[in-house]
């Protein structure tokens, strides 16, 4: 049986749309000094002008990677809120849980 995981057009879209804006952000601090447009003068094969993109297999899983943080998180709000005696998972259980997941993954 196949488990649910995230679409990967979904996640390329959105590491496409972090690339944009880090390229964005590194043109815009190397305007801002003079010394780092002189030095990246050089040949059309700046890291500026390379299209970043995903091999299949990265796509695929990182899609896995993100379809596993998101069931731990539920999982671990879960437990919160069972113990609370809570029926639903509330922002407060996932704020609680947080910082051990970020440091687990």
């Known amino acids: ?41 050089g040949p059309s094969t700046s890291k500026r002008s390379r299209l970043t993109s995903a091999n299949a297999n990265a796509l695929k899983m990182s899609c896995e990677l993100l379809r596993i943080f998101v069931t731990e998180a539920i999982q671990r709000a879960a437990a919160i809120a069972e113990a609370e005696g809570s029926l639903k998972i509330e922002a407060t259980h996932l704020e609680r849980i947080l910082p051990q997941l970020l440091l687990d993954f």
């Open 1 to 41: 049986m196949e488990e649910n995981t995230f679409d990967s057009d979904l996640i390329r879209a959105v590491l496409r749309l972090v690339w944009e804006r880090r390229g964005a952000e590194r043109e815009k601090n190397q305007n801002s000094e003079p010394e780092a447009e002189i030095i990246s003068a």
